[in-house]
């Protein structure tokens, strides 16, 4: 279902459904020196660009008309969800079908003045997702791990009962739904590779723990990133902002004074790596390990 896919075009029948709402704005969204203090440079300048807040598509859309185009857009995808579900419901079958319901992809609305995704702040990298199937989890939710959608193919061929294929990186997360106890991932490789058509994000590499995420950026002399996200889930207070990267990648590491610091931030480049080794990723061999 391609509902909110840009453009956003809601049902006639939802249309104008919020014109009278106040959008709300993240707390990161205004254009002040507090909000970018320690950000990269190319955060900011993204801002009046294609996938920023003062410049979306080509300044062809207000931010607030977006957001509501969105909201009323989504109704469309909430009544299709419902007739399927009422469909399910009327022949019996409710109880014992596992229905997995989640967007392809997060999305930015002004948080750090951007829209969209492509970088590795929370709102792009993170993805709804309600798996239900009341004969399997008694209508409880999960305790929060670590999720990804690579997981969603293995965990629909156990379910099935199918084997899953040894080539196959994600994990199935029935024993998650079955309340099993079982080993799980505790941190995850991000990727973005730099689009031509979308110059103003460079290539990120990231990890993500249950704890920090850790960005890295390739092709721009900037500054690294590093949130704690139990004590700043906003990204506000990035822990490496006054570590400019200057020449190579190894600077990073070389200007980090605090030794538990440097130590932290080499435990999660090791880390990086070894998850692009494992993964049979290409590591250039002029990135700083």
Same mark, same amino acid.
């Given at each position: 279902?391609?509902?909110?896919?840009?453009?956003?075009?809601?049902?006639?029948?939802?249309?104008?459904?919020?014109?009278?709402?106040?959008?709300?704005?993240?707390? *990161?969204?205004?254009?002040? %020196?507090?909000?970018? +203090?320690?950000?990269? !440079? /190319?955060?900011?300048?993204?801002?009046?660009?294609?996938?920023?807040?003062?410049?979306?598509?080509?300044? &062809?859309?207000?931010?607030?008309?977006?957001?509501?185009?969105?909201?009323?857009?989504?109704?469309?995808? #909430?009544?299709?969800?419902?007739?399927?579900?009422?469909?399910?419901?009327?022949?019996?079958?409710?109880? !014992?079908?596992?229905?997995?319901?989640?967007?392809?992809?997060?999305? @930015?609305?002004?948080?750090?003045?951007?829209? &969209?995704?492509?970088?590795?702040? %929370?709102?792009?990298?993170?993805?709804?997702?309600?798996?239900?199937?009341?004969?399997? =989890?008694?209508?409880?939710?999960?305790?929060?791990?670590?999720?990804?959608?690579? #997981?969603?193919?293995?965990?629909?061929? &156990?379910?099935? $009962?199918?084997?899953?294929?040894?080539?196959?990186?994600? @994990? *199935?997360?029935?024993?998650?739904?079955? +309340?099993?106890?079982?080993?799980?991932? =505790?941190?995850?490789?991000?990727?973005?590779? /730099?689009?031509?058509?979308?110059?103003?994000?460079?290539?990120?590499?990231?990890?993500?723990?249950?704890?920090?995420?850790?960005?890295?950026?390739? $092709?721009?002399?900037?500054?690294?990133?590093?949130? #704690?996200?139990?004590?700043?889930? #906003?990204?506000? *207070?990035?822990?490496?902002?006054?570590?400019?990267? =200057?020449?190579?990648?190894?600077?990073?590491?070389?200007?980090?004074?605090? *030794? !538990?610091?440097?130590?932290?931030?080499?435990?999660?480049?090791?880390?990086?790596?070894?998850?692009?080794?494992?993964?049979?990723? +290409?590591? !250039?061999?002029?990135?700083?390990?």
């Amino acid at each position: 279902h391609k509902a909110v896919h840009h453009e956003f075009k809601p049902a006639p029948r939802h249309k104008g459904k919020y014109n009278n709402i106040k959008v709300p704005k993240p707390v *990161s969204f205004a254009n002040t %020196e507090e909000n970018y +203090r320690g950000k990269p !440079d /190319w955060v900011r300048r993204q801002r009046d660009s294609w996938h920023g807040v003062d410049g979306m598509y080509n300044h &062809d859309f207000d931010f607030d008309q977006f957001y509501r185009d969105y909201c009323e857009t989504v109704c469309g995808v #909430d009544d299709s969800i419902g007739r399927l579900m009422d469909t399910l419901e009327q022949q019996g079958l409710a109880e !014992d079908t596992l229905v997995i319901f989640m967007g392809d992809n997060g999305f @930015l609305f002004g948080e750090h003045g951007l829209i &969209d995704k492509r970088c590795m702040y %929370e709102p792009s990298i993170r993805v709804p997702m309600i798996a239900h199937c009341p004969a399997l =989890t008694k209508g409880s939710a999960v305790e929060e791990r670590m999720t990804l959608n690579i #997981d969603i193919a293995p965990t629909i061929l &156990d379910a099935a $009962g199918v084997q899953v294929p040894g080539n196959m990186h994600g @994990l *199935s997360f029935m024993p998650l739904i079955r +309340r099993q106890n079982t080993a799980w991932r =505790t941190e995850f490789l991000y990727e973005y590779f /730099w689009e031509r058509a979308f110059p103003q994000t460079p290539t990120v590499l990231g990890l993500r723990t249950d704890q920090y995420s850790f960005m890295r950026f390739q $092709g721009i002399w900037d500054l690294y990133e590093l949130y #704690d996200m139990q004590k700043d889930p #906003d990204q506000m *207070s990035n822990l490496l902002g006054d570590v400019r990267l =200057t020449t190579q990648a190894g600077d990073v590491l070389n200007q980090i004074r605090d *030794s !538990d610091m440097k130590n932290m931030v080499q435990g999660f480049q090791n880390k990086l790596f070894g998850i692009l080794r494992e993964t049979e990723g +290409r590591i !250039d061999p002029t990135w700083s390990m």
